[in-house]
């Protein structure tokens, strides 16, 4: 059901009112009243003639003021809900009749009520509309429907639902017109059906305490049902898929998901009640039950009766939202034991290992270590196997099994869930076991049983200082460097508060100037324009001694988001700058305007390589900051098109080498791949040459993603530079802390979480001549991989800014190869 704004913005205002309403503890003063009788399909007009009588069953008097009736389950819905009058009480033992009209009421009973919904006689007090949990009228369907009796709170005080209701219990059975549904005794309390029973003469303001109250029969005894194992079989995928399948459970847990749009998706695990599991242990005993956007009223421990269609969402075995029936039958059912694990290292084991637990409860033993700090995302990851150290990935084929992501039940409210960094251990872990992401996942539904761990945070690394002929190179991934300005009008921009932008301001400002200590050149990744790299210059300008030079050029990017260049104006002298862009044949659904591919190509880069030739204290130098395809979509799915621009890459640094084999290139920024990836493995095969591959293993990591460590930053430079590297490192300040950190600019958390990669720094040593160079003859043409074009290098001006660089002009040959005529252009400072 759709939540109107306004009354959303009502429900903000109330305290514990969001969702659906939760119970009421032992300890409300409401605890003690009971819904005793409901009158719904009346001979006459229901509107008119319906009723709903409650009961104090304490021994002492309950205000009335904030408590609701309601025939809406969930707020912002758009049945009804009222009130009672300020100042109204149920004394102990009162029985109370709450009638839709006075009038037609005694027209049918020969009395009044005690409270009216509908003004229809000035002596009988009205009930008040309650808006805050549902705008429209109460009124009980003849069907079936519910009704909730609510505290101050909007807590559920009691609920009984009926005739073909779902939402409560197992619905008490329908009746016939002018019969009524009454609890007797009137304190029998299970939470069941067989505390009602059909009334053929209705008795409002009387009740009865007379009988037994009937311990209530499972309807699982009575209604045998395959088990879930069934439903998921011994393989990948379900043998009854696009099926529809009836089975029971018990609720293990539940998960809420928002996606880039901002809209939240809820999902439901059900497990097999203990005893009635299929025995076989190549299947699993639990199942997961998408409930599209509706946030689901469960709780652990509801026994349901779910009736649904079988699908497979990328690899997930679950129940579909469309035609999806859940009813609950029981409440505190045994929920079963989690099933302790220890995953195997290598993928092939680790998918049959954890197939036949998919969505059952799992727990990990003891203290696990944490290899992946808690995210925004409210998750973190740790090592299952009961091993200590990071988890690293080199390549697709290393053995990452060991590392068990943990969620939080919400990916968007992460309160009561640990901050935790790598290394942390934490105890307590426990809940169903998900798929999503290509990844198996817990999703921890208990946080306060969580137990950490900390261990101390390691000291602050000290960056390289360069000597009077030497200088520092550094690439710096700065996540999401955006304003608040909405330039796109999509939901995938980012679009920072004021606050927000000061205090990333801040973090980047600090790691720029101390972390990294002010590199002569800095290959930004992740920033949206130029004027957001000149507010960063200006706030390092005091610790560095100087204005970092801003050379930017916009790229293309749907979010917006391009690659650029800080440079030390004092020692750096800036050529000329232009963008790469290439075409391909992989079908990327990239729109660039200055990309004139041909028919059945797409452009190659969303966010185009940027060179930028530069003097540096009078050496020639060629950058190209790169930031290339990421794996949002999926590892494989994405494999080729970070495949052919490595091979773009690839034949740029070789017609530079071509035309000067002693060429200075240094082509670094975010590679998206792992270090020994098919694309760096391209990339370094011949022309170029990965210097962190210099740094030792246990610090040769950028990035953690899912508790696994890698290194998916790179600075290649070409052979003439190799003799020229005095030094290299990655300073680890961000990637092994919570996102958290990042929103806290005291002193003792400034230097941490600037961004979420960590920052590789490169130390040069200058080459002992220092006179003008001479630009090597160019060449006149590059051949480029099949199926691969390369469009001009856009040249947009520097403002008369002396240096050399090149214009180059694309044209497809055949549609094989790309034929590219080089211009030299060599400009002299004036």
């Not at 389950?73 to 033992?93: D, I, T, Y």
């Not at 799992?362 to 700090?373: K, S």
């Not at 930053?713 to 996102?739: E, F, K, R, T």
């Given at each position: 059901?759709?939540?109107?704004?306004?009354?959303?913005?009502?429900?903000?205002?109330?305290?514990?009112?969001?969702?659906?309403?939760?119970?009421?503890?032992?300890?409300?003063?409401?605890?003690?009243?009971?819904?005793?009788?409901?009158?719904?399909?009346?001979?006459?007009?229901?509107?008119?003639?319906?009723?709903?009588?409650?009961?104090?069953?304490?021994?002492?008097?309950?205000?009335?003021?904030?408590?609701?009736?309601?025939?809406?389950?969930?707020?912002?819905?758009?049945?009804?809900?009222?009130?009672?009058?300020?100042?109204?009480?149920?004394?102990?033992?009162?029985?109370?009749?709450?009638?839709?009209?006075?009038?037609?009421?005694?027209?049918?009973?020969?009395?009044?009520?005690?409270?009216?919904?509908?003004?229809?006689?000035?002596?009988?007090?009205?009930?008040?509309?309650?808006?805050?949990?549902?705008?429209?009228?109460?009124?009980?369907?003849?069907?079936?429907?519910?009704?909730?009796?609510?505290?101050?709170?909007?807590?559920?005080?009691?609920?009984?639902?009926?005739?073909?209701?779902?939402?409560?219990?197992?619905?008490?059975?329908?009746?016939?017109?002018?019969?009524?549904?009454?609890?007797?005794?009137?304190?029998?309390?299970?939470?069941?059906?067989?505390?009602?029973?059909?009334?053929?003469?209705?008795?409002?303001?009387?009740?009865?305490?007379?009988?037994?109250?009937?311990?209530?029969?499972?309807?699982?005894?009575?209604?045998?049902?395959?088990?879930?194992?069934?439903?998921?079989?011994?393989?990948?995928?379900?043998?009854?898929?696009?099926?529809?399948?009836?089975?029971?459970?018990?609720?293990?847990?539940?998960?809420?998901?928002?996606?880039?749009?901002?809209?939240?998706?809820?999902?439901?695990?059900?497990?097999?009640?203990?005893?009635?599991?299929?025995?076989?242990?190549?299947?699993?005993?639990?199942?997961?039950v998408f409930l599209g956007r509706e946030r689901p009223s469960f709780v652990?421990?509801?026994?349901?009766?779910?009736?649904?269609?079988?699908?497979?969402?990328?690899?997930?075995?679950?129940?579909?939202?469309?035609?999806?029936?859940?009813?609950?039958?029981?409440?505190?059912?045994?929920?079963?034991?989690?099933?302790?694990?220890?995953?195997?290292?290598?993928?092939?084991?680790?998918?049959?290992?954890?197939?036949?637990?998919?969505?059952?409860?799992?727990?990990?033993?003891?203290?696990?270590?944490?290899?992946?700090?808690?995210?925004?995302?409210?998750?973190?990851?740790?090592?299952?196997?009961?091993?200590?150290?990071?988890?690293?990935?080199?390549?697709?084929?290393?053995?990452?099994?060991?590392?068990?992501?943990?969620?939080?039940?919400?990916?968007?409210?992460?309160?009561?869930?640990?901050?935790?960094?790598?290394?942390?251990?934490?105890?307590?872990?426990?809940?169903?076991?998900?798929?999503?992401?290509?990844?198996?996942?817990?999703?921890?539904?208990?946080?306060?049983?969580?137990?950490?761990?900390?261990?101390?945070?390691?000291?602050?690394?000290?960056?390289?200082?360069?000597?009077?002929?030497?200088?520092?190179?550094?690439?710096?991934?700065?996540?999401?460097?955006?304003?608040?300005?909405?330039?796109?009008?999509?939901?995938?921009?980012?679009?920072?508060?004021?606050?927000?932008?000061?205090?990333?301001?801040?973090?980047?400002?600090?790691?720029?100037?101390?972390?990294?200590?002010?590199?002569?050149?800095?290959?930004?990744?992740?920033?949206?324009?130029?004027?957001?790299?000149?507010?960063?210059?200006?706030?390092?300008?005091?610790?560095?001694?100087?204005?970092?030079?801003?050379?930017?050029?916009?790229?293309?990017?749907?979010?917006?988001?391009?690659?650029?260049?800080?440079?030390?104006?004092?020692?750096?002298?800036?050529?000329?700058?232009?963008?790469?862009?290439?075409?391909?044949?992989?079908?990327?659904?990239?729109?660039?305007?200055?990309?004139?591919?041909?028919a059945g190509q797409s452009p190659l880069f969303s966010r185009p390589p940027?060179?930028?030739?530069?003097?540096?204290?009078?050496?020639?130098?060629?950058?190209?900051?790169?930031?290339?395809?990421?794996?949002?979509?999926?590892?494989?799915?994405?494999?080729?098109?970070?495949?052919?621009?490595?091979?773009?890459?690839?034949?740029?640094?070789?017609?530079?080498?071509?035309?000067?084999?002693?060429?200075?290139?240094?082509?670094?920024?975010?590679?998206?791949?792992?270090?020994?990836?098919?694309?760096?493995?391209?990339?370094?095969?011949?022309?170029?040459?990965?210097?962190?591959?210099?740094?030792?293993?246990?610090?040769?990591?950028?990035?953690?993603?899912?508790?696994?460590?890698?290194?998916?930053?790179?600075?290649?430079?070409?052979?003439?530079?190799?003799?020229?590297?005095?030094?290299?490192?990655?300073?680890?300040?961000?990637?092994?802390?919570?996102?958290?950190?990042?929103?806290?600019?005291?002193?003792?958390?400034?230097?941490?979480?600037?961004?979420?990669?960590?920052?590789?720094?490169?130390?040069?040593?200058?080459?002992?001549?220092?006179?003008?160079?001479?630009?090597?003859?160019?060449?006149?043409?590059?051949?480029?991989?099949?199926?691969?074009?390369?469009?001009?290098?856009?040249?947009?001006?520097?403002?008369?800014?002396?240096?050399?660089?090149?214009?180059?002009?694309?044209?497809?040959?055949?549609?094989?190869?790309?034929?590219?005529?080089?211009?030299?252009?060599?400009?002299?400072?004036?």
């Open positions: 059901m759709k939540i109107r704004w306004l009354q959303l913005i009502f429900a903000l205002l109330i305290v514990g009112t969001l969702g659906v309403a939760t119970p009421a503890s032992a300890q409300s003063p409401a605890a003690a009243l009971r819904l005793t009788e409901v009158y719904y399909d009346t001979p006459g007009e229901d509107a008119a003639e319906e009723w709903v009588e409650l009961t104090n069953l304490g021994t002492a008097p309950v205000d009335l003021s904030d408590i609701k009736i309601s025939d809406e389950e969930s707020l912002g819905g758009r049945e009804g809900a009222v009130r009672f009058p300020v100042g109204a009480v149920a004394e102990p033992g009162q029985v109370i009749v709450v009638a839709q009209t006075a009038v037609a009421f005694r027209a049918l009973f020969g009395q009044n009520p005690d409270y009216e919904i509908k003004d229809s006689d000035t002596a009988v007090p009205d009930m008040r509309r309650y808006l805050v949990w549902a705008s429209g009228d109460f009124a009980l369907a003849n069907s079936g429907d519910e009704v909730l009796l609510l505290d101050g709170d909007n807590r559920r005080v009691d609920t009984v639902g009926y005739g073909d209701s779902t939402t409560y219990e197992t619905a008490v059975p329908g009746v016939l017109r002018g019969q009524s549904i009454a609890r007797i005794p009137a304190d029998c309390d299970t939470d069941n059906a067989s505390d009602w029973q059909t009334q053929r003469y209705p008795t409002p303001g009387t009740v009865s305490f007379e009988g037994e109250c009937a311990a209530p029969i499972n309807p699982a005894e009575l209604e045998p049902l395959p088990p879930i194992g069934v439903v998921q079989g011994s393989g990948d995928v379900s043998p009854l898929l696009d099926e529809t399948v009836t089975f029971r459970g018990v609720v293990t847990g539940q998960y809420a998901d928002r996606n880039t749009a901002g809209v939240t998706y809820y999902t439901l695990f059900v497990q097999d009640l203990p005893g009635y599991e299929d025995g076989n242990p190549a299947t699993s005993d639990g199942i997961a652990i421990g509801d026994q349901v009766r779910v009736t649904g269609m079988v699908t497979e969402f990328y690899g997930f075995t679950e129940i579909d939202d469309r035609g999806l029936q859940i009813a609950r039958e029981w409440r505190d059912a045994p929920v079963p034991e989690a099933v302790a694990i220890n995953p195997p290292g290598g993928a092939a084991e680790l998918t049959a290992y954890f197939e036949p637990l998919e969505s059952m409860r799992v727990a990990v033993a003891g203290a696990a270590a944490v290899t992946g700090p808690t995210f925004s995302g409210c998750g973190f990851a740790v090592r299952a196997d009961g091993g200590v150290g990071r988890i690293f990935r080199r390549e697709l084929a290393d053995p990452i099994g060991a590392v068990l992501p943990i969620l939080h039940t919400n990916d968007v409210n992460c309160d009561g869930f640990p901050q935790v960094k790598s290394g942390d251990a934490v105890s307590g872990l426990a809940g169903p076991l998900i798929y999503n992401f290509d990844q198996f996942k817990l999703v921890q539904q208990d946080g306060a049983a969580l137990m950490v761990t900390a261990v101390p945070i390691p000291p602050l690394p000290a960056p390289p200082q360069p000597a009077p002929d030497q200088f520092a190179i550094a690439t710096f991934n700065m996540e999401n460097y955006f304003d608040g300005v909405d330039d796109t009008g999509t939901a995938e921009e980012p679009k920072l508060s004021a606050a927000d932008l000061a205090v990333k301001q801040d973090k980047l400002a600090y790691a720029l100037a101390h972390t990294l200590g002010c590199p002569a050149v800095v290959a930004v990744q992740e920033v949206e324009h130029a004027a957001l790299l000149a507010e960063l210059a200006d706030l390092a300008a005091d610790a560095c001694g100087f204005t970092y030079e801003v050379v930017h050029r916009e790229s293309a990017d749907v979010r917006g988001i391009d690659v650029a260049y800080l440079v030390n104006p004092v020692r750096v002298q800036v050529g000329d700058v232009g963008l790469w862009q290439g075409c391909t044949a992989v079908a990327t659904g990239v729109s660039d305007p200055t990309a004139n591919c041909a940027l060179e930028m030739a530069v003097l540096l204290d009078g050496q020639p130098y060629t950058f190209l900051v790169v930031h290339l395809k990421s794996k949002r979509e999926g590892e494989g799915e994405t494999a080729v098109w970070r495949m052919a621009q490595a091979g773009f890459i690839n034949e740029w640094a070789a017609a530079k080498l071509a035309a000067d084999a002693a060429a200075r290139l240094v082509v670094l920024g975010d590679f998206n791949d792992y270090e020994l990836s098919p694309p760096l493995l391209a990339m370094t095969a011949e022309h170029l040459h990965n210097v962190l591959l210099q740094i030792p293993d246990e610090a040769r990591y950028s990035y953690v993603y899912g508790g696994v460590s890698q290194m998916i930053d790179a600075v290649l430079v070409s052979a003439a530079l190799l003799p020229q590297v005095a030094g290299v490192q990655i300073l680890h300040v961000n990637a092994d802390y919570p996102d958290a950190w990042g929103n806290d600019t005291s002193a003792a958390y400034l230097p941490y979480k600037s961004t979420d990669h960590d920052l590789p720094l490169l130390l040069l040593q200058l080459p002992a001549s220092t006179a003008t160079p001479t630009p090597a003859p160019l060449p006149t043409q590059i051949v480029v991989p099949m199926g691969t074009a390369v469009a001009p290098i856009v040249d947009d001006g520097d403002g008369g800014k002396g240096g050399w660089g090149t214009a180059v002009f694309g044209a497809a040959v055949g549609g094989i190869v790309v034929i590219l005529v080089l211009a030299r252009l060599f400009r002299r400072k004036t």
